[in-house]
């Protein structure tokens, strides 16, 4: 059973750029949530979805930032025209309902 | 809102030393609570969790938590820490009623050595 699967692993932009963070849960998983890691800091909720409906994006940034998951295919995490401060680590994990959190490997955002 | 505290940032010890990492969390109500590890280059992975029952919880690799709810506590120990344990080590609370949402602390990275 291969675990939370994301992609790329890492990502380098140039301000003004738009990255696209992937994120494939773990088979049977139908919740997903993305997670960001700032240098120096422990990890930040952003939001919570399940298939084709966002549940929680309290985390979220008001602009620029936005998230899906799609009937198919993975998770998405876009962020529009990036800007240093989201230099960071992006972190997704699935879960089956009411089960714990599985984590990916991340995908670690460069702005340049 | 909810926090977690992580009072060591960085803890350097020796192997066969014992390990204690504090965890605290600002919140009154029923909370799981979890503690992660991430080795150099790998992604986070559940070392145990605490939702209810037994307040002393048992977990992977020798690692243990006791949830202290008068502390509002979850402090990870391990008797005796091998090189291998280097790592850095997130302690995370979830809400009863906020989904699944995890907050974590600002973890502590740990190095032990040999």
């Known amino acids: 059973n291969a675990g939370v699967m994301q992609n790329p692993r890492h990502l380098v932009r140039r301000r003004g750029q738009e990255a696209r963070l992937r994120c494939s849960p773990m088979?049977?998983?139908?919740?997903v949530y993305w997670y960001r890691q700032l240098p120096e800091e422990g990890l930040k909720f952003m939001v919570y979805?399940?298939?084709?409906?966002?549940?929680?994006e309290s985390g979220m940034p008001k602009e620029r930032f936005s998230a899906e998951f799609p009937k198919e295919g993975p998770s998405i995490l876009r962020i529009q025209q990036v800007v240093r401060g989201d230099s960071a680590a992006y972190f997704c994990?699935?879960?089956?309902?009411?089960?714990?959190?599985?984590f990916g490997p991340g995908t670690r955002l460069t702005v340049t | 809102a909810q926090s977690v505290s992580q009072h060591n940032h960085h803890v350097i010890l020796s192997e066969a030393a014992s390990l204690e990492l504090g965890c605290n969390y600002s919140?009154?109500?029923?909370?799981?609570l979890f503690w992660y590890v991430q080795y150099p280059g790998q992604h986070l992975q559940l070392l145990l969790k605490?939702?209810?029952?037994?307040?002393l919880v048992k977990g992977i690799k020798g690692f243990e938590a006791e949830f202290i709810k008068s502390k509002f506590s979850f402090n990870l120990r391990k008797p005796s820490v091998q090189w291998s344990d280097t790592a850095e080590y997130f302690c995370?609370?979830?809400?009863?009623?906020?989904?699944?949402?995890?907050?974590f602390g600002g973890g502590t990275r740990l190095m032990v050595k040999p």
């Open positions: 994990a699935s879960s089956p309902l009411g089960g714990h959190q599985y």
């Open positions: 088979k049977g998983h139908s919740h």
């Open positions: 979805l399940q298939k084709e409906n966002i549940i929680d």
């Open positions: 919140y009154g109500g029923t909370v799981n």
């Open positions: 605490y939702f209810s029952g037994d307040p």
């Open positions: 995370a609370v979830n809400l009863n009623n906020a989904g699944n949402m995890l907050t």
